[in-house]
């Protein structure tokens, strides 16, 4: 399971260091000694005076198995290496604050490409540890500050498997209804505890004779009906008066009827090449519950009735 290299991790933050002068990754006329990058430990003695060491703390990976899918979490270590260049109190403080720079510049790298907010990579959670390990009694003082990354990823045990965290949630404009909708879909914040249920009602009557057993009701199908919820974690631009956003998405039009509303809820695969599976759900909202918690973010429960069955499509 352990695909996931600390060459891969090291490469992505050399391309994009993006700090210059003193801790910049190209030597020049005024600064010969650049900030190098490495996949492993450096050999003792040698080791260059600005530096950011990757190294994968197990040569493969932490897995927790489960029946159909396994939870796979990739441990590293990123230590940032500075040389303080002389004892004085004032060279002190800049080595603090470049090696700081640095740490920085790493979390800033990670969380760009591997953090679960930016739907750039593949793991649904990213640990971050940070710790001191500052050499200051030997010759040469170096301060060294190690991240401890774990990144955690769930793979199914059939790759054509849809995934059900990270969804997205938008409002398809153009088969929605309302007089101020937006000029293109509109994405929300990620949406959790997503469910839908639907299906044709089953009319029960009594009959004189059943072959099934006495008093066991002969059924009819009735119309069709569903109901739909979800969760969304609330930003600024969902608040406000339009049709897509959320304080109004259950308001009534100039006629006293409440908006179809369509939403395209979309979940992706861990294929090759992934697939998404989009829900096309056709809706008029029923409740708009804020959902605040202790140590969450503010939320939002939508409930709505399904106008119709949802539409499945794989692309």
């Known amino acids: 399971m352990g695909d996931f290299s600390a060459d891969t991790l090291r490469d992505s933050i050399q391309s994009g260091w993006a700090l210059t002068g003193a801790l910049s990754k190209t030597a020049s006329s005024t600064m010969k000694n650049p900030v190098k990058f490495f996949a492993h430990e450096q050999v ?17 990976s932490r897995d927790v198995i489960h029946s159909k899918f396994t939870e796979v979490s990739d441990t590293f270590e990123i230590r940032c290496r500075y040389t303080v ?17 640095m740490c920085d510049e790493v979390v800033r790298i990670v969380k760009t490409v591997y953090n679960p907010n930016t739907k750039t990579g593949v793991f649904y959670r990213a640990t971050f540890d940070w ?49 101020s909708k937006p000029t293109s879909d509109y994405t ?42 979800c969760e969304v974690y609330v930003k600024k631009a969902d608040i406000g008066s339009g049709t897509h ?16 509303v ?43 009735q399904i106008v119709k069955p949802p539409v499945l499509t794989v692309t």
């Open 44 to 60: 003792k003695q040698i080791e260059t005076r600005k530096a950011v060491e990757v190294r994968k703390v197990t040569p493969l």
């Open 85 to 101: 260049e002389d004892v004085k109190n004032t060279k002190w403080d800049v080595a603090e604050q470049r090696v700081e720079d």
């Open 262 to 304: 369509v939403f395209l809820w979309s979940v992706t695969n861990t294929e090759s090449t992934p697939s998404t599976l989009e829900h096309s759900i056709k809706l008029r909202i029923i409740s708009t519950e804020p959902v605040y918690e202790s140590g969450d973010l503010g939320k939002i429960r939508l409930v709505a």
């Open 245 to 260: 956003q959320i304080p109004t998405l259950g308001n009534p039009d100039t006629y006293g009827e409440v908006n179809d």
């Open 131 to 179: 710790r001191n390990e500052d050499m200051i009694d030997k010759l040469n003082q170096v301060l060294i500050r190690t991240l401890a990354l774990t990144l955690t990823r769930i793979k199914s045990e059939a790759t054509t498997v849809y995934k059900g965290y990270g969804g997205v949630l938008a409002f398809d404009t153009s088969a929605s209804t309302g007089t």
């Open 188 to 229: 929300y914040t990620e949406a959790y505890n997503v469910q839908w249920i639907g299906g044709f009602r089953q009319i029960a009557e009594l009959v004189d004779e059943n072959s099934d057993g006495e008093h066991v009701p002969v059924l009819f199908t009735g119309s069709w009906t569903g109901r739909f919820n």
